[in-house]
């Protein structure tokens, strides 16, 4: 089947402009999560929807990164005000409903490269 | 906080032979789950191996075994009979266990670049 999609693949934008990152989990998957991949950071991570309860946020920069999830799948990680620090692989990944098996693997898509200019 | 450590930024090995990736982590938790991600060129990370705290036997996929030391908070992945193909960066991780969910964030190593060389 069809694993984790991202858009776009590349994104470069000027500084001060916002953007906006999509993610299409695997179906079915009730997880969803967002991480930043940079040279000076590693992998860090932002922001995590499971199902319809609030999401865990301890992970997210500053308040000019935001996410949402609609209708339970689709995911956009949204920066505004974008500052070169940002520049960085967002990778999103998706793992199956609680009780299913593999619920605690997570699968990654190919990631977005973001740079900001 | 948990923190994943990975001591070696970079390996070689030549093809045929096995090596060794050292990871530790630090954690007061008793439930978790141990991860081992694979990331080529491509960019897509690949799990390679999981195992889960509670089990005391060592997890293998076909090349790939772990030597999981719970006391010392050990997690090296080994790799038999290296592929050209198994050239990447690799990263261990962490997950604490979540009983109301079983899945949690990731806490991951700074990664080992790994070349295999014909």
């Known amino acids: 089947g069809a694993g984790v999609s991202q858009s776009p693949s590349n994104k470069v934008t000027e500084k001060g402009k916002d953007v906006e990152l999509r993610c299409d989990p695997i179906?079915?998957?009730?997880?969803l999560y967002w991480y930043r991949q940079s040279l000076g950071q590693g992998l860090e991570f932002l922001i995590y929807f499971q199902g319809n309860s609030a999401p865990d946020k301890s992970g997210l920069p500053s308040d000019r990164f935001s996410a949402e999830r609609t209708g339970g799948s689709v995911s956009t990680l949204t920066i505004q005000r974008t500052q070169q620090e940002d520049s960085a692989v967002y990778l999103c990944?998706?793992?199956?409903?609680?009780?299913?098996?593999?619920?605690?693997?997570?699968?990654f898509g190919p990631g977005t490269r973001l740079t900001v200019l | 906080a948990q923190t994943v450590t990975q001591s070696q930024p970079e390996m070689s090995v030549q093809e045929a032979e096995t090596v060794t990736l050292s990871c530790t982590y630090d954690?007061?938790?008793?439930?978790?789950?141990l991860f081992w991600y694979k990331q080529p060129p491509s960019r897509q990370m690949i799990l390679v191996i999981r195992?889960?705290?509670?089990?005391?036997q060592n997890a293998t996929e076909n090349r790939f075994s772990v030597n999981f030391q719970k006391a010392a908070k050990s997690f090296s992945l080994k790799i038999s009979d290296s592929q050209l193909g198994d050239t990447a960066m690799y990263f261990c991780?962490?997950?604490?266990?979540?009983?109301?969910?079983?899945?949690?964030?990731?806490?991951f190593g700074q990664g080992t670049t790994l070349q295999v060389k014909p």
């Open positions: 195992q889960e705290a509670y089990k005391q």
């Open positions: 179906s079915g998957h009730t997880a």
């Open positions: 954690t007061s938790e008793n439930n978790y789950y």
């Open positions: 991780a962490f997950m604490k266990h979540e009983s109301s969910s079983n899945t949690g964030k990731l806490i």
């Open positions: 990944a998706s793992s199956p409903p609680p009780l299913a098996r593999s619920t605690d693997t997570q699968y």
